[in-house]
């Protein structure tokens, strides 16, 4: 059974940075892409950030680029988000994703190609 558990959300300043986790068990960790996804209030989920297999390759939003990092350690079949130089408006429900094949890179970006999420941490950066 896969599971993933996040953690590390929190309430911050603009400015701030936060380090989310994602512990994942039950899978075979290093032949998944993993994502990053986030919610907020009233709005549809959206892509944050994706890592391949090894993690040679990376992937971020727009609105994130320059300030957010994605690693993984697969020794720990753990994936991380540094969030750095927070905003307001990254307040959110921050997920983790296990992509739905080992071939889809491609499609990092569609939630739709995710099959297995974590429950969810909680980000509020005050302004």
């Known amino acids: 059974q896969v599971q993933l558990l996040e953690s590390g959300g929190g309430l911050v300043q603009a400015g701030g940075s936060l380090r989310l986790s994602c512990a994942a068990s039950g899978l075979t960790f290093t032949s998944y892409t993993m994502g990053w996804f986030r919610q907020a209030r009233g709005k549809e989920r959206e892509f944050v950030s994706a890592i391949s297999q090894r993690g040679g390759l990376t992937d971020y939003a727009g609105s994130v680029k320059g300030r957010f990092t994605i690693s993984r350690d697969n020794a720990k079949n753990t994936v991380y988000l540094q969030m750095n130089s927070l905003k307001p408006e990254d307040t959110a429900v921050y997920y983790c994703?296990?992509?739905?094949?080992?071939?889809?890179?491609?499609?990092?970006?569609?939630?739709?190609?995710?099959?297995?999420w974590g429950q969810g941490t909680q980000v509020t950066v005050s302004s």
């Open positions: 994703a296990k992509i739905r094949s080992t071939t889809d890179w491609a499609v990092r970006r569609s939630v739709g190609f995710y099959d297995y």
